[in-house]
């Protein structure tokens, strides 16, 4: 994500997408496979601590309309994507960034107001 709200944020992503590549380059030669998954939101219940649970909902309404999938994620979907890395099926797979983000990376949206 880039948006001038979030600065902190958005750079310490970046590091922990580039220090995985770097891991799996240090790695690669042990057999030592490095990813990330980067999700974007996900109904799950950490958002009712940072605001009253009644408003989650309209929360999650409001994020939906700027995704391209005009959805949020699912935490199964996570999960899902979370074990296929682990897998053997994903056994040519190393340094990979794998956005579960219903598409927002493409999009030049801004942030709804909260």
Known sequence: MSCPTVVAYSMSKAAIDHFARSLALYLAPKQVRVNTVNPGIIATK???GAMPKDDVPAFFENFATIYPTGRIGQPEEV?????FLASSESSFTTGVQLLLDGGFHLT?????SQ
Do not use: N
């Open 108 to 112: 030049r949206a801004d942030l709804p």
């Open 46 to 48: 950490i958002y009712e």
């Open 79 to 83: 999960a899902k994507s979370i074990a």
